[in-house]
Nanobody, 118 residues
Framework: VRVVESGGGLVQPGGSLRLSCAAS????????MSWYRQAPGKERELVAA????????NYAESVKGRFTITRDNAKNTVYLQMNSLKPEDTAVYYC????????????WGQGPQVPVSS
């Protein structure tokens, strides 16, 4: 199993960034895909999640209206488009895969850093 994120890096406040997460080794369409983040000194938190059938999504209140999660089941890839970034969005962002009926994600990516700073 591989879960590989890309697209992290330094961005200025107000800027945009798109993270990608390519997965392999499991049936991607059977999994709920999520993005989590962990800021320095804080606990890991769920940022956004998307189911496979129908593409229903949910977001943390802090990112609603600014972040968008999408997935392409044909490419086994999930994306996180982040707009209007704020310094408080600075964190390590993790892609995670969770089968239905399970509370904790089964597979995790390595977590690219996203510093938001001028």
């Amino acid at each position: 199993v591989r879960v590989v994120e890309s697209g992290g890096g330094l961005v200025q406040p107000g800027g945009s960034l798109r993270l990608s997460c390519a997965a392999s080794g499991f049936t991607f369409s059977d999994y709920i895909m999520s993005w989590y983040r962990q800021a320095p000194g804080k606990e890991r938190e769920l940022v956004a999640a998307i189911i496979s059938v129908g593409g229903s999504t949910n977001y943390a209140e802090s990112v609603k209206g600014r972040f968008t999660i999408t997935r392409d089941n044909a490419k086994n890839t999930v994306y996180l488009q982040m707009n209007s970034l704020k310094p408080e969005d600075t964190a390590v962002y993790y892609c995670a895969a969770k089968p239905w009926g399970v509370v904790t994600p089964r597979y995790w990516g390595q977590g690219p850093q996203v510093p938001v700073s001028s």
